[in-house]
């Protein structure tokens, strides 16, 4: 396996106190301490650390740099950078100049940041997903097919968003996450007399547990629930009551009328997987703080069985008092699956 | 933590996946609400109106209650049968349902006439073994005699003279074939005064099957003994076909009861004496005809019997008048109404405080209504037809009671009359639409109109002649009575999901009113897949 390499050149000054030793370079091995060796103006790199290294207390600085340095080769599979000459930070410059009661080589150096082929990940603290997609709900009773036809599933737009975080080391990751969906399906006459349609939508609220088996390889489990609103199709597709020819040849008294609102409750439960371009694929070779992907779940969803009623949607005026029929209950609990586009902050 | 490489390979599964599950969401069950319904009908019972639901092998009853529609499906056969066709009972308390098989390869379907209830949904089965296409009601409403009418063949092979006889009292079905002459039966005739007809001590219920040139007599009452036997061929005229029927039920009169008929095609009226059958071949009663001919001359088209006193008269309707014959004798004398007559009736009517009989005849197209009283008539002398002219000539004519009649003008559609004999009033009435006869129903005194294609319904009280309008949201296809409840219901055009108006019959107002819109779809998505 090929580790991400992760790189960060910082300007350093060492003080030797026998002429002649070692630096650390030329003992072939050389570790960074995660300690703030940097300088403030270097703050903004954050240095990644080895697990396994050990951190070098800093050394005080007596004398003014005097010489640079270049680093000898690394060895095998090290690298070494040397450091620029002349190159400073304003912190140790200022330091480098006061005088040393002992007459030591004063050498200015370059620290160098060995990257291992092992992996050195960024940690991940929090990790923020931002999905959109698509889909298909298919109720499994026929009763829903009233709304869609001879198609039982309709398309849906998705858009959540996901905060989780990492159990320790094991790799889980569980956060919560909320989201809106909305379906909504093509239009369709009930025996080819009534044009019955509702628009879902949905706002869900969750909670993920997944679990990076490979870097972009994520599998999940998903447990939501929430409110659908159920709503009915667009104004200009309702039906009219009465399309009667009155003795002038006009229409007779309309009557439009719609499908009765409702407001329901869902659980869903799905399990999935987050594809996701692995982080050492990206530029920053200690690990990217953003990925991006897809997502692709399947599961069942849980809904109440409610009335579809048919209502009037605008009462005409003097017209004779109509009733309305209720079409019989909606079983709207079934197999739902989606598919999406994520973004991934962390 | 350590992470493994997520190779080319894997990328291409994942892709499949993904667009294998998008395409899983363009497919799916095919679903039953996309079927177009097949309903039929509606038949009108006295509270309710019955609709053939052909799609869900269903019949749907809806019941208009208090301002509310009461919806009832009623499951009838299967897939593999279905109902031809539905009539209300005579006195409109049930429907009857003729269910046969769907097509030759359903083997296994027996054809019933089934009896629903119309209050408390009961069904009685009959199985009639036939898919007849034709039913007749007695008057009684006891018996139902099932054939093939006219038209074609419902199956390849059919036996065009069998026929069913239900009754509806005992619940017995008979199956006979009538046994004539080689005609087919055209129609099925119960005279009036053929039920409980006395035949030489014996009462019997008379049908008369009727086929050109023929006739066959059947005793409902126990047809597998008196059955089809009684055919006889009466007329010298091979197309001979029977206009009218009457009975003449047995008196102090004449003895014997007697069936008269006539035809445009003869100059005669036949008339049958039933007498008792002697020397039968078996031990069942049997009965038979003595057949005579009442000379009457050429073109009389209506005949009616009526008991003068002491003399049993035949009137037959011809010409410009009347002729009076009686049946024992066969002397006759005319009574000329001075203007052509077609049809006429008898209705009961007082003449100096006792009870008479008044003969109504008009002519299709004429101007005048005449009526004769027949009471201790005698001869032609001091007989004088009243006329009740009517301003426009003569339409369709309804005997709305024993009193009322209701005549549609020839020459005006919007125009109308109500002739109220008891009263000698006359009540010329004008409708902003055509009107049809055929829409106007008497329920409490009150004569309810509606025209189909037109969104208004009328009442005339026929005691004061005032009319009340009433005028829908929506124009209706048909209008029904539906009595024991006193409702007035329109069903509206293009009402393919079910589209009625419900009205207070004695009160017609649009705030007494309710309309119903989509009953046809209720429930609708409450059916499981096995019901559909």
Known sequence: ?346 | MNYRKFGTRSWRLAVSIFVGGALSGCVGDSGYHDESLNIVGPVATDRSLVFNDKTHDEILVAKPIAGTLEVTRIKIGNESDEVSWMQPTVDRDGVLLMNIATDAKQENVVEQLIRVDSNTLVQTSYDVGAPFNAIKLSKDGRYGVLYFGEGLPSQPLQNVNQAAIVNFVDDSVHLITVDGFGGSVRDVVFPEGGMGMDVAGVSRDIAVFVAVGEVVIVDLADPEVNDTQVGFRFDTSASFLPSHVLARPSDDLIEVPALFFVSSSDADVTMLSLVEKLNGSDDGERFTVQPGLLPVGLGTTDIEVYRGNDVPYLLSIRGYGVLFTNITTQGSFFVDFGAPLETSYLRASESNGAPSTELVAWDYAGSSLHTLKLRNIESALGRTPQSINISSRIGDLTVLDDDRVLVASYENQFEFYIIDFERDFFAPLTWGVPFDLKSATVMNNQLLVGVPGHDRLGSIDLDTFDPTEIELDSPFESMHVLSATGRLVALHEGSSYGYLTDVDARDLSRDGASSHWGFFLGGDLDRNEEEN
């Open chain 1, 1 to 346: 396996m090929i580790a991400s390499i992760s790189l960060v050149t910082s300007a350093l000054v060492f003080t030797f106190a026998p002429a002649g030793a070692p630096t650390t370079a030329e003992a072939g091995v050389v570790t960074v301490s995660p300690e703030p060796l940097v300088s403030a103006g270097e703050a903004a790199v954050a240095p990644v650390i080895s697990p396994d290294s050990q951190p070098i207390a800093p050394v005080e600085l007596n004398a003014p740099p005097a010489l640079a340095v270049a680093a000898p080769s690394a060895a095998p599979g090290v690298i070494v950078e040397p450091i620029v000459s002349g190159a400073q930070s304003p912190g140790t410059l200022g330091m480098a100049s006061e005088a040393s009661s002992v007459p030591v080589a004063q050498l200015e150096m370059a620290a160098t940041r060995v990257v291992e082929e092992e992996v050195i990940p960024h940690d991940i603290k929090w990790r923020l997903d931002l999905g959109v997609g698509g889909g298909s709900y298919a109720a499994l009773d026929e009763s829903y097919g009233v709304f869609t036809g001879e198609m039982t599933s309709v398309g849906r737009l998705d858009i959540d968003v996901g905060l989780s975080f990492p159990i320790g080391d094991s790799g889980l990751y569980l956060g919560g996450r909320v989201g809106y969906r909305m379906f909504e399906s093509g239009f369709y006459d009930v025996h080819g007399l009534f044009p019955a349609n509702y628009r879902q939508q949905e706002i869900s609220f969750g909670a993920r547990l997944g679990v990076a088996v490979l870097d972009g390889v994520e599998p999940y489990v998903d447990m939501a629930g929430g409110p659908t609103l159920w709503r009915s199709a667009r104004d200009e597709e309702v039906d009219l009551v009465s399309t009667g020819v009155d003795e002038l040849g006009g229409m007779s008294t309309l009557v439009p009328i719609a499908l009765a609102d409702r407001t329901l409750g869902f659980v869903k439960g799905t399990a999935g997987v987050q594809l996701y371009i692995p982080r050492h694929w990206l530029p920053r070779k200690e690990g990217s703080r953003v990925t991006a992907g897809i997502d692709v779940n399947v599961g069942y969803v849980w809904r109440p069985s409610f009335e579809v009623t048919v209502v009037e949607r605008e009462p005409v005026e003097g017209a004779i008092e109509t009733s309305l029929p209720t079409f019989g209950s909606v079983n709207a609990s079934g197999v739902t699956w989606s598919a999406g586009l994520f973004l991934r902050v962390m």
